[in-house]
């Protein structure tokens, strides 16, 4: 998927990533979304993007959380409970 695939992807959904991180290249899953219905407009004008990293709301911590898309393995989509 592109960067641009997965932010689309992520404003409308819920959807497990998992990446290696840079700092120890540790496998991390994380459950995460920009969709307005987890985080608000204020909110996600405070996440700073960088070109090779996307910002994401982590659902279950309710933390802003990042990755680098050459670092990400995978993305899994979640069905959101209405």
Not at 22 to 47: M, P, Q
Not at 50 to 67: A, G, I, M, N, T
Request: with cysteine.
């Amino acid at each position: 998927m592109t960067p641009e695939e997965i932010k689309k992807f992520l404003l409308e959904s819920i959807a497990i990533v998992t990446f290696r991180k840079v700092e120890d290249g540790k496998i991390r899953r994380i459950t995460c979304t920009l969709s307005k219905d987890f985080v608000n407009e204020d909110d996600r004008r405070k996440a700073i993007a960088r070109e090779e990293v996307l910002p994401v709301w982590e659902v279950e911590l309710k933390q802003w959380r990042s990755f680098r898309f050459d670092k990400m393995i995978s993305m899994e989509g979640v069905v959101k409970d209405d």
